[in-house]
């Protein structure tokens, strides 16, 4: 019999404040070690913590988006561990009463198959700083800018089945903060990260022992670390050897998982409710002003663009990915045929983004632009294949769609006596060509375009070119 693997994911959400979760420091990337710390932060005696009413408001549009329980009290708690980038050597966080709890999360899989995912709890808390080696030598560099940072920890049921399921919740989550503008999620710079609690069994049977891989930063790392941890469990199962709960680390360069320390369980944090902290009660009003104030959500967003603009569930899919990508096409497929405006964002602009490691919100083409493009394509003022060369000149250069179709004299022709003109040369430099193609040899209609093209340089209109020479052809006069 076969072994199943059983995923649950726990992702470390950086909430995109201006500030810390209890006090008044910055959460900006980048500063020079330790610059953005207090005494709150840094623990200092005497100094208390004072809630950041922005994250409350961020946890509680997440929940309503994800269908949850809002809880109108809840409760934080000291979760006591000792590390050398805590300062306060404890954490405060949720924990036996978090802001939200159940919800869930619909995927579209790969193969179009709706899987939903159950959502335990998210709860808020507090970051740790950052320990440093690098740039160190047998010594370790302590930054605590990033402690008392916001975070949202988003737990999910043990629903996942494959490493291709993680890897798909994950991205429609990272997706899902993105849109609700809670997150940043740059993962490289480690606002939006998640642990993997990663177990086997026999189909059917109890859940086995699972190990939590930690800190996984990028989807390809999510899905290679859970591959190794699952050859690694069966490996062990089949030998006769035991799974040990413990917490691992994913080695990126050796693509391995290895062992970090036994994992703790609840009772050995020894959490209690933090007395600096009064429970945090919430008004009904409070939760109806959030709600009021979502965006249009990814699914709901998918549906309209299937709706409104007759787009296969793929191009809706592709197109609502992301809430830039989706206002972008928005403002193009104003005025142009929607599935004209799809197939090239999806292709030509994405193409490019990615070839250059660009993202849509800093895209050299504007969205307006992009449109006038394609209009220039609907009034036949150029070609779909002169139109390419056209965007690559505007994603490199940023000029006006009118002014390079008029500076290198780009404009189609579409005059029919200009193109008839271009046929009939070609035909009289041709006349063996001519002459097979009228005994039956049709597919030299193609050489006859081509050429005919490439005597207009690519501008003959595509369409009247194609009629023309098929009147000149079929009737010689």
Same mark, same amino acid.
């Given at each position: 019999m076969s072994w199943e693997v059983v995923i649950g994911l726990e992702v470390h959400v950086q909430l995109n404040t201006q500030s810390k979760i209890f006090c008044n420091c910055p959460t900006r990337y980048g500063a020079e070690p330790n610059r953005h710390t207090c005494p709150v932060c840094l623990a200092l005696p005497g100094a208390l913590p004072v809630l950041n009413a922005a994250a409350v408001d961020k946890a509680i549009a997440f929940g309503l988006a994800v269908g949850a329980e809002i809880h109108q009290r809840s409760v934080f708690a000291r979760k006591n561990y000792f590390y050398p980038d805590l300062p306060k050597g404890y954490q405060i966080s949720q924990y036996e009463i978090p802001i939200v709890g159940r919800g869930q999360l619909a995927l579209t899989l790969a193969d179009g198959t709706e899987k939903i995912v159950g959502i335990t709890r998210a709860h808020l808390e507090e970051d740790a700083g950052k320990s440093l080696h690098e740039a160190f030598s047998a010594e370790t560099g302590i930054d605590l800018n990033r402690a008392g940072t916001p975070l949202l920890e988003i737990v999910s049921e043990p629903d996942m089945r494959s490493p291709a399921e993680a890897v798909a919740y994950l991205k429609k989550l990272h997706a899902l903060v993105r849109y609700l503008d809670i997150s940043d999620g740059n993962m490289q710079e480690g606002s939006f990260r998640c642990d993997a609690n990663v177990s086997l069994r026999r189909p059917g049977e109890p859940f086995g022992t699972r190990a939590e891989i930690k800190n996984l930063n990028s989807f390809r790392f999510l899905e290679k670390a859970i591959e190794y941890e699952m050859e690694r469990q069966q490996d062990l199962l089949e030998s006769g050897a035991e799974v040990v709960q413990e917490t691992r680390l994913f080695d990126a360069n050796k693509g391995e998982t290895r062992s970090m320390r036994s994992k703790e369980e609840a009772n050995d944090y020894r959490y209690f409710p933090d007395p600096d902290l009064l429970p945090l009660v919430l008004e009904p009003a409070q939760i109806e002003a959030v709600r009021a104030s979502l965006p249009e959500l990814p699914d709901a967003r998918k549906r309209r663009f299937m709706e409104q603009y007759a787009l296969p569930a793929y191009d809706a899919g592709v197109l609502t990915s992301s809430r830039a990508l989706a206002d972008y096409y928005e403002v193009v497929a104003e005025g142009v045929d929607a599935k004209l405006a799809a197939n090239w964002i999806m292709g030509d602009l994405l193409g490019a983004?990615?070839? @250059?490691?660009?993202?849509?919100? @800093?895209? +050299?083409?504007?969205? &307006?632009?992009?449109?006038?493009?394609?209009?220039? /394509?609907? =009034?036949?003022? /150029? @070609?779909? !294949?002169? $139109? !390419?060369?056209?965007? %690559?000149?505007?994603? %490199?250069?940023?000029?006006?769609? =009118?002014? /390079?179709? &008029?500076? !290198?004299?780009?404009?189609?022709?579409?005059?029919? %006596?200009? /193109?008839? !003109?271009?046929?009939? $040369?070609?035909?009289?430099?041709? +006349?063996?060509q001519v002459a097979d193609y009228r005994s039956g040899k049709e597919k030299l209609f193609g050489f006859f375009v081509g050429q005919v093209m490439k005597a207009s340089q690519g501008k003959a209109n595509p369409e009247q070119l194609n009629r023309l020479l098929r009147e000149r052809l079929d009737n010689p006069s």
């Open positions: 983004l990615n070839r @250059s490691n660009g993202e849509i919100e @800093s895209c +050299p083409v504007t969205a &307006e632009q992009m449109r006038r493009l394609l209009q220039r /394509i609907e =009034d036949q003022t /150029i @070609s779909g !294949k002169i $139109a !390419k060369d056209v965007f %690559e000149v505007l994603f %490199e250069k940023g000029e006006d769609v =009118d002014t /390079i179709i &008029e500076r !290198k004299g780009l404009r189609q022709i579409t005059d029919v %006596e200009a /193109i008839t !003109k271009l046929i009939d $040369a070609v035909l009289a430099k041709n +006349p063996g």
